[in-house]
């Protein structure tokens, strides 16, 4: 099992960055995925979701701001992030979750900063 996050980078705030996470190794397309941020000294905290179903949920702090959205044929999910924050700073983690299964990405860092 893989989940391989890509795209985040250093961005001014205001500014958009789209990341990417690319599943294999499991039935990518009956799980739900999430994304997840940690910021220095604070714990995980759950930013958006998509069920298989394609219901999604936010983060109140994201909502109108990020959208998440999923490729089963490609089986990648995506968080499209717009109007960036200085504190939405920190290593975002892609996670696939279905009942008491979970898998976690290695995570990739984003900065947003002038």
């Known amino acids: 099992v893989q989940l391989v996050e890509s795209g985040g980078g250093l961005v001014q705030p205001g500014g958009s960055l789209r990341l990417s996470c690319a599943a294999s190794g499991f039935r990518f397309s009956i799980y739900t995925m999430n994304w997840y941020l940690q910021a220095p000294g604070k714990q995980r905290e759950l930013v958006a979701g998509?069920?298989?179903?394609?219901?999604?949920n936010y983060a109140d702090s994201v909502k109108g701001r990020f959208i998440i959205s999923r490729d089963n044929a490609k089986n990648m999910v995506y968080l499209q992030m717009n109007s960036l924050k200085p504190e939405d700073t920190a290593i975002y983690y892609c996670?696939?979750?279905?009942?008491?299964?979970?898998?976690w990405g290695q995570g990739t860092q984003v900065t947003v900063s002038s």
């Open positions: 996670n696939a979750r279905r009942n008491l299964v979970v898998y």
């Open positions: 998509i069920t298989s179903g394609s219901v999604t």
